[in-house]
């Protein structure tokens, strides 16, 4: 099998390449299972031993399909954009979008969508593969999504600097990119115009996203992510929100809290840091289970602490 080997990119093998190179097409399959390359889909095997992920999925059917381009959930993933619920909805799932004649199609593991609007502008390369541009991608996400905490999530995530997957990076649009991409008339595109004014770039986090919103659909506003300093002046701190009149500062844990020792160390001694700062009287936290589940209960305990420090 060293042969094909060599004609394998990247631990991916086309079976055009091997047949272009002279292999005989009959028994290429049965040679390729009996030395242990892993079958990928119709026309790509993965070498022995390599991992056979999405990217290397996706990889493999642009090499085949070269009209495929990346979007939606999987350009998601590719710009490392947060989106609500992904690790269940996007299992196996890998989404493209090419232009005519290709037709839109769905199965169990690929889904093609067709669009006459995708031009050089919409496009780019990311970690290898042809993938649409952020500003493209957060449209699209926003433009078909199934709720308003889907679409403000994204832009959230877009908008912010953020550690996503053990992976900081810097904001990925600017707020007027966003607005422009949304301006052209197509599905979904007055709606989503709707909810782009809720986005927050200083959001830590799609809790803290869903958060500020059921918040304020109980009609209370906090300022997010304020800036302060700890008593003796040599901290600065942000709370994800702050109700500074009454002095009532509210965290969000997200799913990945206290993932190490050294996590939840850090996060203890910044909450004994945020009750020394002057404009703090309480502190309430509340879990993301909390927050995307009983989100009721959430802001009645805020509105309650509220009242007690009011009085």
Known sequence: MYELATLARG?????????????????LA???????????????????????DWRVTAT??????????????TAAALHRIERLGAGDRAAG??????????????????????????????????RGLRTTTPVRTVGDLIRDAGSREEAVVVADSALARRAVAGVRREPLVRYEELAAELAVTRRGAARARTWLPLAEPASGS????VARLRIRDAGLFPESQPTLRTADGRLLLRPDFLFRAEGLAVEVEGYAFHSTRGAH???????????????????????????????????????????????
């Open 30 to 52: 049965v040679r390729l299972r009996r030395d242990g390359w892993q079958w990928i889909c119709r026309g790509a095997w993965a070498a022995p031993g390599k991992e056979v």
């Open 206 to 209: 799609p809790a803290e996203t």
């Open 11 to 27: 631990g991916v093998l086309l079976t055009v390449w091997a047949v272009a190179a002279g292999c005989p097409p009959g028994r």
């Open 93 to 126: 799932l890998l989404e493209f979008t090419a232009l005519p004649p290709t037709g839109s199609s769905r199965g169990d593991r690929i889904r093609v969508r067709t669009t006459r609007y995708l031009t050089d502008h919409d496009r780019t390369v990311r």
């Open 60 to 73: 493999a059917l642009q090499w085949l399909r070269p009209e495929l381009v990346c979007s939606h959930g």
């Open 265 to 311: 160390e850090r996060d203890v001694a910044r909450f004994n840091a945020l009750q020394s700062c002057p404009e703090v009287r309480r502190v309430l936290r509340f879990t993301a289970d909390e927050v995307f589940h009983r989100p009721d209960r959430m802001t009645a305990t805020i509105r309650a602490a509220l009242t007690s420090l009011s009085s």
